[in-house]
């Protein structure tokens, strides 16, 4: 056998005992079957994605120092020809 993942007994706020645990980036949920059916399972096991914080959705622009704009900087050098700064070595 290879152990996958381990859960954790919880309780829902109306005292319904599940259990809980983490199989890579997914929760697991276990909660008993409620089928009253001679051959149902007795849990029923769920996969849920993870709430957890992700950078993916979140907004990294950075705005401008207040009083500097584009404009406000130096126009940029030419890169070749004359006019072109002398590389300091």
């Known amino acids: ?3 996958i993942a381990s859960v954790w007994e919880q309780k829902t706020q109306s005292g319904l005992t599940y259990f809980k645990g983490r199989l890579g980036n997914a929760d697991i949920l276990v909660f008993p079957n409620k089928s009253d ?3 149902a399972p007795a849990y029923d ?3 849920a994605k993870h709430e957890q914080y992700d950078a993916s959705n ?3 622009s950075v705005s401008s120092p207040p ?3 584009e404009t406000a900087l ?3 050098l030419p890169i070749d020809g004359p006019g ?3 590389p300091p070595f």
């Open 45 to 47: 096991v769920l996969i």
């Open 37 to 39: 059916h001679p051959k």
């Open 1 to 3: 056998m290879i152990k």
């Open 74 to 76: 130096p126009p940029e």
């Open 58 to 60: 979140r907004d990294y």
């Open 67 to 69: 009083g500097t704009s």
């Open 84 to 86: 072109s700064p002398e």
